[in-house]
C-alpha cells in the first residue's frame, strides 16, 4: 500500500495477557518510530529503528516492551504481561531515509492501533 | 520543562475565516525542525507543513502557513479560509539537532479545533 499500514486496528486483552502490535511501512523507507499517545495527549516517543537497527529504546516505559525489525521492513512492538495503563493508541511512523544532516524529513504516521486492557 | 507548548486545548472558527494556532518550543540545540500534524477523529497523523530554524522564510503549504519567529521561539499555525474538514486535532512537534541525533519528535499537547458552519 501506499501508506503506513498498523494492524489490529483495535485490540482488547485482559491485564496480564501478552500482546503483539504490527507495522508495516511505507516501502523503502529507512527510519521507523513507535510512538504511545494517551487519551487526550500527543504522541510520545518509544523507540526508533533504522533498517534492522534499534538505534534508541530510551521511550520504552518499561522492560515489558519490546520492539524488533528483524528485516527491516515490518516491525512488531510486543507488550509482556499488559497493564491497564498499557492502554493507549500505538502509532507507528515511517520516513524515507538516514539523518541527512537536515531536520526537514517528516514522519509519516499510520492509523495506530487502539489498545484496551480491562 | 515542556519543549513544546500549546497553549489552547480548543479553538472554534467560522468557516472561510483564518485561525491561529500557536505553538512555543523550547530548545537550545541551533540546529531543529518544527512539524505541524492534523489527527482527525479517524486517529491518522497527517503531516501538513514543516520549518527548519535556518529557513529564512516562513514555510507555505496551500491554505496552511508557519508564522516562525525564531526569537520568540514560536511557530504558529496558521489556517485559511478554514473548512468543515479542518475540524480535528492539531499537533505542533520539534526534531532537535541534525545528524545522527536527528529523529525522534517530540509533541506538544495538541489544539482541537473546530469549525463552525
Known amino acids: 500500500g501506499a501508506g503506513v499500514s498498523q494492524s489490529p486496528r483495535y485490540k482488547v486483552a485482559k491485564r496480564g495477557q501478552d500482546v503483539a502490535l504490527r507495522c508495516d511501512p511505507i516501502s523503502g523507507h529507512v527510519s521507523l518510530f513507535w510512538y504511545q499517545q494517551a487519551l487526550g495527549q500527543g504522541p510520545e516517543f518509544l523507540t526508533y529503528f533504522q533498517n534492522e537497527a534499534q538505534l534508541d529504546k530510551s521511550g520504552l516505559p518499561s522492560d515489558r516492551f519490546f520492539a524488533e525489525r528483524p528485516e527491516g521492513s515490518v516491525s512488531t512492538l510486543k507488550i509482556q504481561r499488559t497493564q491497564q495503563e498499557d492502554s493507549a493508541v500505538y502509532l507507528c511512523?515511517?520516513?524515507?531515509?538516514?539523518?541527512?544532516?537536515?531536520?526537514?524529513?517528516?514522519?509519516?504516521f499510520g492509523d495506530g492501533t487502539r489498545l484496551s486492557i480491562l | 520543562a515542556q519543549k513544546i507548548t500549546q497553549t489552547q486545548p480548543g479553538m472554534f472558527v467560522q468557516e472561510k475565516e483564518a485561525v491561529t494556532l500557536d505553538c512555543t518550543y523550547d530548545t537550545s540545540d541551533p540546529s531543529y525542525g518544527l512539524f505541524w500534524y492534523k489527527q482527525p477523529s479517524s486517529g491518522e497523523m497527517i503531516f501538513l507543513i514543516y520549518?527548519?530554524?535556518?529557513?529564512?522564510q516562513n514555510a507555505t503549504e496551500g491554505r496552511y502557513s508557519l508564522n516562525f519567529q525564531k526569537a520568540r521561539k514560536s511557530a504558529n499555525l496558521v489556517i485559511s479560509a478554514s473548512q468543515l474538514g479542518d475540524s480535528a486535532m492539531y499537533f505542533c512537534a520539534m526534531r532537535e539537532g541534525r545528524g545522527g541525533s536527528n529523529y525522534k519528535l517530540t509533541f506538544g499537547k495538541g489544539t482541537l479545533l473546530t469549525v463552525n458552519p
Open positions: 520549518q527548519g530554524s535556518y529557513d529564512q
Open positions: 511512523a515511517s520516513s524515507l531515509g538516514y539523518s541527512l544532516g537536515d531536520t526537514g524529513q517528516p514522519q509519516h
